[in-house]
């Protein structure tokens, strides 16, 4: 269940090539303080974050599922493996 209290990561205004980084380091703290879920904003526009949040997110042990916020197309609702 998404609430204010979930933790967020806001990606408006990161470069491509940063992305990585910091979505791993987000995942890895909020491993160590196990929340889950968690979510990402990557925005809606040309869908350039979306993907490489995605390709993140599959990469990374830590993360049980993910899926995009019905709700909102601009975030991503993320299950950790806790």
Not at 11 to 29: A, T, Y
Not at 55 to 73: G, I, R, T
């Given at each position: 269940m998404i609430t204010s209290k979930t933790p967020h990561l806001d990606l408006h205004g990161e470069i491509v090539s940063m992305?990585?980084?910091i979505v791993n380091e987000f995942i890895q703290d909020n491993?160590?303080?196990?929340?889950?879920?968690?979510?990402?904003i990557h925005g809606k526009?040309?869908?350039i974050l979306t993907k490489?949040?995605?390709e993140v997110?599959?990469?990374?042990?830590?993360?049980?599922?993910f899926k995009l916020n019905n709700w909102n197309l601009?975030?991503?609702?993320?299950?950790?493996?806790?």
């Amino acid at each position: 269940m998404i609430t204010s209290k979930t933790p967020h990561l806001d990606l408006h205004g990161e470069i491509v090539s940063m992305v990585e980084v910091i979505v791993n380091e987000f995942i890895q703290d909020n491993y160590k303080l196990k929340n889950n879920p968690i979510v990402i904003i990557h925005g809606k526009s040309t869908n350039i974050l979306t993907k490489e949040v995605h390709e993140v997110l599959k990469k990374n042990k830590l993360v049980k599922d993910f899926k995009l916020n019905n709700w909102n197309l601009g975030e991503t609702i993320v299950e950790l493996d806790i």
